[in-house]
């Protein structure tokens, strides 16, 4: 199983973009990596997914470098609405047991 | 409209009286799990199913049962809650149990023993 770290929190400012990064030194093989936002009082909800490289969508970009031991997420723009706790999930095929960081909690200040 | 429903949404007990939270899913979803989240500790997974079934603990398990009688449905019963058990649960379910096959999280259930 791949345990993940990640900043306890960070700050930033409307508009700016920002990048969380995670770190999974024991990640498998087989281990796809994900990415969840969640604001209070609701469950967490999917944002990016990738394996290798880049991967971007229409909310985030998601870059994980040839050794996968890290992974980055970045929001271009962040507006006051970013201010939530992403988490970040190593997952590998038939995994059953899924080991969540703390996550970091992103603040957007106006 | 495709979803996990979990019941109730709120919750308050007392030690030793036996309860049970709801979690249903309309999306046809093998896996599906139960975790529990408190202040700092990020979330930690009860139990999870691969299947009707098939069930297995996680990380937190003491406390806790769960049953897998069909696809959809997969209830968290705490048989004898504790004060210690206070804290927001979330049911989640996906495709199947693998790397690229996101979790779905319902709402979430905040209970309260006291």
């Known amino acids: 199983l791949a345990k993940t770290t990640q900043p306890i929190s960070m700050d930033s400012y409307e508009g700016q973009e920002v990048n969380i990064t995670c770190s999974h030194n024991n990640i498998a093989t087989n281990d796809y990596i994900t990415w969840y936002q969640q604001f209070p009082s609701q469950g967490p909800r999917f944002i990016i997914q990738g394996y290798k490289t880049k991967v971007t969508n229409e909310v985030a970009s998601l870059f994980i470098p040839a050794d996968r031991k890290s992974s980055t997420l970045s929001l271009p723009r962040v507006s006051l609405s970013d201010t939530a706790v992403y988490y970040c999930?190593?997952?590998?095929?038939?995994?059953?047991?899924?080991?969540f960081g703390t996550g970091t909690r992103l603040q957007v200040f106006p | 409209e495709a979803q996990v429903t979990q019941n109730p949404r709120y919750l308050i007990t007392v030690t030793g009286k036996k309860l049970t939270v709801t979690c249903s899913q309309n999306?046809?979803?093998?896996?599906m799990s139960w975790y529990r989240q408190d202040p700092g500790l990020g979330l930690r997974q009860i139990y999870y199913?691969?299947?009707?079934?098939?069930?297995d603990k996680g990380d937190v398990p003491e406390g806790y049962k769960v049953s897998r009688k069909e696809k959809r449905n997969f209830p968290l019963i705490l048989e004898s809650p504790s004060p210690n058990q206070t804290s927001l649960y979330f049911c989640a379910s996906s495709p199947e149990p693998q790397g690229n096959s996101p979790l779905h999280f319902g709402n979430g259930t905040r209970l309260t023993v006291t």
């Open positions: 999930l190593a997952r590998s095929y038939n995994t059953d047991k899924l080991i």
């Open positions: 199913s691969m299947n009707v079934e098939v069930t």
């Open positions: 999306m046809n979803h093998e896996y």
